[in-house]
């Protein structure tokens, strides 16, 4: 069942949102080499402590941190660990927080010093495919015009998109009705409605886009071993298009 959300629920959600960019920024700063993401794990729950709010991740199905930091061939979901970040490195930071009775969730691919031409190519494109994708979002839309927007700009630069995961809408649970798939065909799927919250994050691959269980058991990494890029943000469906509600 999809929920439609009033305009004073978007507004609390614009409100957690707005919490969890200011948060993520923070993290971002604080990526470089050397840093472990244990110590990325414990800024982002001390910073959300800090605004009031509450982890959405931390004992959801067990999961045991806030924050989820996936590196290099990892997808998402990866747990915070004594992982030391090298120069080199990606790495993928996806975080939610409870504010108010409602979720908001975010994600961004990070750099850790100086990359390659190849990651950074691929951080770049999975960042462009999620504006692609939300360019999509209007009334009257289907959310496979979504799917196919992200697809398409993907894979005309050389990259895939991962099948077995997807964005998913949000509100008063982490995950909500409908799955929001990064591929498809336009004009299929559920109709784009006003009121709609979407979360939409694409993971983009340099190589194949099948996937395995991470050793941890919660994360996902590439099946073949390539890099992998993860952008997420937290959209409301608006009377004439979208608003993003986990942006400064």
Not at 199 to 205: F, I
Request: glycine content about 10%; some cysteine; aromatic content about 8%.
């Amino acid at each position: 069942m999809i929920f439609i959300k009033t305009k004073k629920e978007t507004e609390i959600m614009a409100e957690g949102g707005k919490i969890l960019a200011k948060i993520m920024k923070e993290l971002e700063k604080k990526v470089r080499p050397g840093i472990t993401t244990k110590e990325l794990d414990r800024l982002a729950e001390s910073l959300i402590f800090k605004f009031g709010a509450k982890c959405s991740f931390k004992g959801y199905q067990n999961y045991p941190t806030c924050l989820c930091t996936s590196i290099n061939d990892e997808i998402v979901h990866a747990i915070p660990s004594e992982r030391i970040l090298k120069e080199g490195d990606i790495v993928s930071l996806d975080l939610g927080v409870f504010f108010k009775g409602f979720h908001a969730d975010m994600a961004i691919t990070v750099p850790v010093g100086k990359i390659n031409s190849q990651a950074k190519k691929l951080i770049e494109v999975t960042k462009k495919s999620l504006k692609m994708g939300i360019r999509e979002i209007e009334p009257g839309n289907y959310l496979g015009d979504i799917g196919f927007a992200v697809q398409k700009y993907v894979e005309s630069s050389g990259f895939n998109v991962v099948r077995e995961l997807c964005g998913h809408g949000i509100g008063k649970n982490i995950h909500e009705d409908p799955e929001v798939l990064n591929f498809g065909e336009e004009n299929t799927g559920s109709e784009i409605k006003e009121g709609m919250i979407l979360c939409l994050e694409p993971m983009v691959t340099v190589g194949d886009w099948r996937i395995k269980k991470s050793d941890d058991g919660f994360g996902y990494k590439t099946k073949d071993g390539s890099l992998s890029a993860h952008f997420e943000q937290t959209i409301a469906v608006t009377k004439n298009g979208y608003k993003i509600l986990t942006k400064l």
